[in-house]
């Protein structure tokens, strides 16, 4: 299998019949011990994520941060619902993922920074919403 974009080439060694998932990885990191890299001062290690002038090679791209209404910009963005959702925020991102989400998709939780200093974790707070959706 060959994985190419527009400055790399990867030759990776999977056979034909092999299951795999790929996630594109970037330096947009959530994790805590980053925040002093992503400011947008000039001192800064890495540039300021701009989804309006760079989608890194995907097919769309948005600032969750800046979106007054994310269930609207979800459907936006993903009119037919969403196959593979990777989280590391959690929290309310999490919670409109889940009910914009195809039937037999694949979610990827590899952290929660909108918990990590919250003194009570909020949880997930629309399972009915959400399993309704999905038998409708």
Request: proline share 3%.
């Amino acid at each position: 299998m060959y994985l190419k974009n527009s400055t790399i080439c990867l030759q990776l060694s999977l056979d034909a019949s092999s299951e795999s998932v790929l996630v594109k990885k970037f330096v947009l990191s959530c994790d805590p011990y980053m925040r002093g890299t992503k400011r947008t001062d000039r001192n800064s290690l890495f540039n300021s994520f701009s989804p309006e002038s760079s989608k890194f090679g995907f097919d769309e791209a948005f600032n969750y941060k800046e979106e007054q209404d994310l269930d609207a910009t979800l459907k936006k963005y993903f009119p037919d619902r969403i196959d593979i959702y990777f989280d590391n925020v959690s929290g309310d991102v999490l919670e409109e993922a889940l009910v914009n989400m195809r039937r037999h998709n694949q979610i990827i939780v590899v952290g929660m920074i909108s918990q990590y200093e919250l003194d009570e974790p909020q949880g997930i707070k629309n399972w009915s919403t959400w399993y309704i959706s999905r038998s409708n």
